[in-house]
C-alpha cells in the first residue's frame, strides 16, 4: 500500500504538538504559572480580592521581557493551599471549583475593562495546578490592608503599618472611585455587587482602582433573561465563609441583594456599598460589622441611628444617609455623588484635582493656579505631597516656562523623600532641568544642589559633575554666580570642593 504523505504529515504534527503541550505543561507544574516565570518576585506588599485571597508582590521582569513598569505587582493564588485548608474544614471539592471560577472571572473582566480608575493588568491570568497568577501595574495595597486587615500577608511591609491617612488623601480616592462606578455603570453597563475594602485598591502612585470583578454581571441582564441569574444566599447564624467567599462580604453587600430570594440587582446596589466603604474609612470603622450574620445585618440596618453619623463630617451625612437608604430608588447615581458638597466645597480637593489634569491646561490656567497653589500646599501631610502632589509637578518640570515656580515646590517635596522615592519618582524629572538649567532655575539648583547629591550618591560623577561644567559656562553671563557656587560648599565625592577641583575656583 502507497505511503500517504499528508495523512503522514497530518499525524506527526498532531504527534509534535501533543507533545509540546506536555512538556510546557510539565515545565509549567516546575516553574509555576508564567508570571512566576516571567518575573522575579521582590516582596509581599499587600493582599487583596474575596477573603484577600491574592497576594500581592512587587517585581520586576527577567530578562528582556518587555514592560511598560520598571516594577509591576504579581497576583499569586495557592490553589494548593487553598484545596488544603477547604479539606481541613469540610467543605466541598464544589466550592472549591465554585472560588477559583469567581477568581478567573474577576482576573478575565480586569483584562478587558480598560480606563484609568480600574487595575491595568499587564499579564493575563496563568494557572496550573498549584496556583494562580497574573501581572498588573504597581500597586501599594488594598484599601482593606489600609485599614488593618493584613490576612494572607507574611511580613506587613513598614510603609503599610505605619501608615496614616489624612481625610483629604481619603476624599481624593472616593472621588476616583465614584468617577469609576459611573463609567462602570452607564458606559460598560456593568454592576459591581461586591464594591467593599478588599476591592478597591491603591496604585503605588496613590491612585485608586477599582478592581475584584468576580461578581460583576451585566446591567442588561437586569431587565431581560434573568433565568441563570441567582441571588445571594446569606446564613441567619454567625458563620466564617472567609475561607472560600462564594458571595460579597454581607458588611457593604445592599439589602436588595440580601432579603431577596430572586434575582434583583441595579447600579443603586452598587451605591449602598460605596457608601458602607466610605463610612468605614472616614469613621474608622464599619458600618454594619454583622459577622456573616444575616439577622444581625438587617437588625443594624433598621434600627440605624443618627448618632452613627456623628464622627462623619456634616457636609457629607446628608449624601451618605441616601447613599445608605434601604429603598434603592432614593439613592444617588455615582456621577450625582461627585457633586457633593464634601468634594466640591474641600479647595485643597479643587487644587488636586487641578493638579490630576495639569497636562491638559494651557500655561495662563497653570500660571494662575501655581500662583495660589505656592500658598497652600504647604498645608498638605507629606502622603498628599509625596503621591498626589510631586507627580504632576514633576511631569511640569519639562515646561520652561514655569520651570522657575514648579522646581522649588519640587526640592522642597523632595527633601522628605528617602532615597529610594527620590530615585524612582523625583530625580528622572530632575536630570534633564540639571543638565539644562540656565538663569533663575540655575542659582535655584545651585542652592539645592549638595542636597541632591545626598540624595543620589550615584549621581554626583555623571551628572553633578556635568551640571557643575555648565555652570562654569554660564558664569560670564551670570553675575554672583561664581560666589554662590563658593557658598554652597558642594562635594561630589572627591577631597576637594567640587567648584575647585572643576575650575570653579580663582
Given at each position: 500500500m502507497a505511503l500517504n504523505m499528508k495523512i503522514l504529515t497530518q499525524a506527526l504534527a498532531k504527534t509534535a504538538a501533543v507533545i509540546e503541550r506536555k512538556v510546557q505543561t510539565t515545565v509549567q507544574e516546575v516553574t509555576g504559572p508564567?508570571?512566576?516565570q516571567d518575573y522575579n518576585l521582590i516582596e509581599q506588599i499587600g493582599s487583596g480580592g474575596p477573603g484577600l485571597a491574592w497576594k500581592l508582590y512587587s517585581a520586576k521582569a527577567r530578562g528582556s521581557i518587555p514592560s511598560q513598569y520598571p516594577i509591576v505587582c504579581v497576583w499569586v493564588l495557592d490553589k494548593r493551599a487553598f484545596s488544603e485548608a477547604r479539606a481541613r474544614a469540610g467543605l466541598s471539592k464544589a466550592a472549591e471549583d465554585a472560588f477559583f471560577d469567581i477568581i478567573r472571572s474577576d482576573a478575565a473582566r480586569l483584562v478587558r475593562l480598560r480606563h484609568p480608575g480600574i487595575v491595568h493588568v499587564v499579564q493575563a491570568l496563568d494557572?496550573?495546578?498549584n496556583a494562580m497568577a497574573m501581572v498588573t501595574e504597581p500597586l501599594f495595597a488594598s484599601v482593606a490592608n489600609t485599614l488593618g486587615a493584613v490576612d494572607n500577608i507574611a511580613k506587613t511591609p513598614k510603609e503599610l503599618e505605619e501608615m496614616e491617612m489624612g481625610l483629604l488623601e481619603m476624599k481624593h480616592g472616593l472621588l476616583q472611585v465614584a468617577e469609576s462606578l459611573d463609567f462602570l455603570h452607564n458606559n460598560a453597563h456593568l454592576i459591581h455587587r461586591a464594591i467593599s475594602p478588599e476591592t478597591i485598591f491603591i496604585t503605588s502612585s496613590g491612585a485608586w482602582k477599582l478592581g475584584g470583578f468576580g461578581f460583576a454581571i451585566s446591567a442588561d441582564q437586569t431587565s431581560g433573561d434573568q433565568t441563570n441569574m441567582q441571588p445571594f444566599h446569606y446564613a441567619e447564624y454567625d458563620v466564617d465563609d472567609s475561607l472560600l467567599p462564594l458571595q460579597p462580604s454581607l458588611n457593604y453587600t445592599a439589602p436588595e441583594l440580601v432579603r431577596s430570594k430572586e434575582?434583583?440587582?441595579?447600579?443603586?446596589?452598587?451605591?449602598?456599598?460605596?457608601?458602607?466603604?466610605?463610612?468605614?474609612?472616614?469613621?474608622q470603622k464599619p458600618l454594619l460589622d454583622c459577622h456573616n450574620n444575616v439577622n444581625m445585618y438587617m437588625n443594624k440596618l433598621t434600627y440605624l441611628s443618627n448618632e452613627a453619623f456623628l464622627t462623619i463630617p456634616p457636609e457629607l451625612v446628608?449624601?451618605?444617609?441616601?447613599?445608605?437608604?434601604?429603598?434603592?430608588?432614593?439613592?444617588?447615581?455615582?456621577?450625582?455623588?461627585?457633586?457633593?458638597?464634601?468634594?466640591r466645597d474641600d479647595a485643597r480637593l479643587r487644587a488636586?484635582?487641578?493638579?490630576?489634569?495639569?497636562?491638559a491646561r494651557d500655561n495662563m490656567q497653570k500660571s494662575e493656579f501655581l500662583k495660589a497653589f505656592?500658598?497652600?500646599?504647604?498645608?498638605?501631610?507629606?502622603?498628599?505631597?509625596?503621591?498626589?502632589?510631586?507627580?504632576?509637578?514633576?511631569?511640569?518640570?519639562?515646561?520652561?516656562?514655569?520651570?522657575?515656580?514648579?522646581?522649588?515646590?519640587?526640592?522642597?517635596?523632595?527633601?522628605?523623600?528617602?532615597?529610594?522615592?527620590?530615585?524612582?519618582?523625583?530625580l528622572?524629572?530632575?536630570?534633564?532641568?540639571?543638565?539644562?538649567?540656565?538663569?533663575?532655575?540655575?542659582?535655584?539648583?545651585?542652592?539645592?544642589?549638595?542636597?541632591?547629591?545626598?540624595?543620589?550618591?550615584?549621581?554626583?560623577?555623571k551628572v553633578i559633575v556635568h551640571y557643575l561644567e555648565v555652570t562654569a559656562a554660564e558664569k560670564e553671563k551670570m553675575g554672583g554666580l561664581k560666589e554662590a557656587l563658593l557658598q554652597s560648599n558642594i562635594h561630589c565625592g572627591c577631597e576637594s570642593p567640587c567648584c575647585y577641583h572643576h575650575g570653579l575656583g580663582s
Open positions: 508564567r508570571p512566576l494557572e496550573n495546578k434575582f434583583s440587582a441595579r447600579c443603586s446596589s452598587d451605591m449602598f456599598s460605596f457608601g458602607c466603604l466610605i463610612y468605614h474609612l472616614v469613621a446628608s449624601d451618605l444617609k441616601m447613599m445608605l437608604s434601604i429603598n434603592d430608588a432614593s439613592r444617588p447615581t455615582a456621577l450625582d455623588f461627585t457633586g457633593s458638597p464634601f468634594f488636586l484635582r487641578f493638579l490630576d489634569h495639569m497636562l505656592s500658598d497652600m500646599w504647604k498645608d498638605f501631610d507629606s502622603r498628599v505631597l509625596q503621591y498626589k502632589v510631586l507627580p504632576p509637578l514633576c511631569a511640569e518640570l519639562r515646561n520652561m516656562v514655569l520651570q522657575p515656580m514648579i522646581l522649588p515646590m519640587v526640592l522642597t517635596i523632595a527633601e522628605s523623600q528617602d532615597k529610594n522615592d527620590f530615585e524612582r519618582s523625583t528622572p524629572a530632575l536630570l534633564p532641568v540639571l543638565i539644562s538649567a540656565t538663569g533663575e532655575t540655575l542659582l535655584l539648583l545651585v542652592k539645592h544642589a549638595e542636597f541632591i547629591i545626598n540624595k543620589e550618591e550615584l549621581m554626583a560623577p
